[in-house]
Structure formats: structure tokens, C-alpha cells
């Protein structure tokens, strides 16, 4: 991280928040993610997004919940048959692993409904805090601030919080967002990232928060980048790589 005296000074993160989010509102209206009908539905989607886009979700599930439409069935599936249909999102095994036994939970202690408040819904396999904070934010409208990679390196590179713990830099939004804004901020920061703040070469250009941003980090990815450009330039005229020998005699 860039030291903060080499930045652009700035108002306090408590008085940026406000104005980054009402920027950023027009352009994300409404958060593009996830299809689903029911909390269930939301629930295991989200468990299959994990290190997989929302887009390729959206593609298998259709197929996933008309075989199984209800916590009940998929309590009792196969394990090889839901293995093939969330094969696709990928790390398949552990997915398929973590569905059936959340399933097999909401069936025992729930009555096969999906809980409503975070304490239960962190007890289920496969669920997180982030998990949770995004089916009681879009399934029951309860506010919460859901942290993931995108939300985390931006509130950093907003200068929003310092910490890298998601735990911690959810709570360290809670204090600045107002409590409405909390899952429509959170979703404005996750689609921002996916579409300009990238992480490697952020479009600082076309950011309608730039005059807001501190850009912390970003002039060490910059100098990353020259180095590497220069790396590859330095290496003197007609050098070769030296051929592998064969192991054949």
C-alpha cells in the first residue's frame, strides 16, 4: 500500500462515503448478479458463486432447481447426480458437499425454510458472513454490508478503511454508510469493481469517483507494470533461450 502522505488529501472517509455512493447510484440502479425466486434459491446460488461468475450460475441452475426444488430434496440427493449439476461452477465436489448438508441442516432445525437472522444462517455449511449478509440483504431486506474481494479492495483503495479482514471492513463500512445504503452500496462497489476499479489495471480515466479517491495502491501497480514492461525490453538483441536437451539417447 502506498504511503498516505503521497496522496491527494482528501475529506475525511466518513465525508466521501455519501457522495461516492450517490455517484456511483445512477450507473448501478439495481445490482446484476444472481437469478433466483425464493430465499432457498438465492441461498444455494450464492454458495455456487464462490469463485465462479454469476453469469455461468445462472446458466445451471434453471436445470438444478427443477430437479430439485425445495431443501428437502436436495437433503436427500444423490451426492454423484448434484455433483454433475453444479459441475460447472467449478470445485464441484465441495459445492455439492456444502448444498446437501446446508439442505440437510435447514431440514433438521428449520423446517427446510432458510433462517432470517445472521447468527443462524452462519451455522449452516457453506455459509459465511458475506454469504448471509447477502440473502437477509436481497431475500428478506434485512441491511447488512456484504464484503467480498471487490468490495474489500475498493474500500481500501478509497481509503474507506485500511483493514484486509472482510469481518473488519464490513463493520468499518457499517459506521460510515448510512444503514439504508448498506446492501445498495455494497453492490454499487461490486459491480464498480467488476467494470472500472479493476484490480490490476484500475480505468481511473472513466471513474466518476476519481476526484474522490485517494487511489491508494494504485501507483504501486502502475510502477509494477513498468518494471515488468522494462524487464522484458532489457533483455539484449538475438537472445535465446538455450534449447532443452533431449532426454532421449
Known amino acids: ?34 437469478n433466483y425466486e425464493n430465499p ?24 438444478l432447481f427443477a430437479r430439485f426444488p425445495s431443501a428437502h430434496e436436495l437433503a436427500e440427493c444423490d451426492i454423484k447426480e448434484l455433483e454433475q449439476l453444479v459441475k460447472p461452477s467449478g470445485f464441484y465436489k465441495n459445492k455439492a458437499k456444502n448444498i446437501r448438508a446446508c439442505c440437510v441442516e435447514m431440514v433438521l432445525r428449520f423446517g427446510g425454510q432458510v433462517p432470517t437472522n445472521l447468527d443462524d444462517l452462519v ?33 481500501r483503495r478509497l481509503g ?8 473488519k471492513v464490513e463493520l468499518a463500512l457499517a459506521e460510515i454508510v448510512p444503514q439504508a445504503e448498506w446492501l445498495h452500496f455494497s453492490g454499487r462497489l461490486i459491480m464498480h469493481g467488476r467494470k472500472v476499479c479493476l484490480s490490476r489495471k484500475p480505468r481511473c480515466e ?15 501497480l502502475a510502477e509494477k507494470r513498468k518494471r515488468k514492461k522494462g524487464a522484458k525490453t532489457d533483455s539484449p538483441p538475438g537472445t535465446q533461450r538455450a534449447p532443452r536437451k533431449s532426454a532421449r539417447k
Open 160 to 167: 474507506l478503511t485500511r483493514h484486509r479482514d472482510p469481518v
Open 206 to 220: 472513466q471513474c466518476v469517483i476519481a476526484d474522490l479517491c485517494p487511489k491508494i495502491g494504485v501507483k504501486g
Open 40 to 63: 432457498f434459491q438465492l441461498l444455494v446460488a450464492v454458495i455456487l458463486s464462490a469463485q465462479c461468475t454469476d453469469k455461468r450460475v445462472n446458466l445451471l441452475t434453471p436445470a
Open 1 to 34: 500500500m502506498d504511503d498516505l502522505t503521497s496522496v491527494p488529501k482528501l475529506p475525511p472517509a466518513r465525508d466521501r462515503v455519501v457522495p461516492i455512493n450517490d455517484r456511483l447510484a445512477p450507473l448501478y440502479p439495481e445490482f446484476e448478479g444472481l
Open 123 to 155: 451455522t449452516l455449511p457453506g455459509v459465511g458472513r458475506k454469504t448471509a449478509n447477502v440473502i437477509l440483504g436481497h431475500a428478506f431486506e434485512t441491511p447488512g454490508v456484504t464484503v467480498d474481494t471487490h468490495v474489500g479492495r475498493l474500500s
